[in-house]
């Protein structure tokens, strides 16, 4: 898959917060697809929509809620 379809998919997918390395206590939440995207050259995990330090918990939440809903 091309990067170009990954991220189209990325934004039909349904998302999901995660914790970043410091664990649950920490303030800060990722924001991945509930399925890895991996595309042609990923090096990485694959795409992710918010990675460590850039969302708050409650901002994170709120965010992939907002997504999935409007999925429905």
């Not at 410091?22 to 694959?46: E, F, M, N, T």
Request: contains cysteine; proline residues 3%.
């Amino acid at each position: 898959m091309t990067y170009k379809q990954a991220e189209d998919l990325l934004y039909k997918t349904k998302w999901k917060t995660e914790t970043c390395n410091q664990g649950a206590k920490c303030w800060c939440r990722l924001v991945v697809p509930v399925k890895p995207i991996l595309y042609d050259d990923c090096l990485s995990d694959g795409l992710y929509i918010a990675g460590s330090g850039e969302l708050s918990k409650r901002a994170a939440e709120y965010f992939v809620k907002l997504h999935n809903r409007s999925l429905e």
